[in-house]
């Protein structure tokens, strides 16, 4: 019967291909992070900008009650 094992230096092999491996996985993952939390802080002043902009068409009776209302279903902000 033959026994498998295997030489330190494929053992070294894997372990780097393993360590590559999580280690892209990693910057990729914090990459996707960096990426949400930027998104996350636009939509944040989109929203403000939006709410400023509805409450000056409002107060300046540009849009209509209608209009309002169909703006305040959207939940844009």
């Known amino acids: 019967m033959k026994e498998n094992f295997i030489t330190k230096t494929e053992f070294e092999d894997f372990k780097n291909k393993n360590t590559t491996s999580q280690d892209g996985m990693l910057k990729k993952l914090d990459i996707l992070l960096t990426e949400k939390n930027v998104r996350e802080h636009q939509e944040k002043r989109e929203k403000k900008m939006w709410a400023i ?22 939940e844009i902000f």
């Open 53 to 74: 902009i509805i409450k000056a068409l409002q107060e300046h009776q540009i849009l209509t009650s209608r209009q309002l209302e169909e703006i305040s279903q959207l």
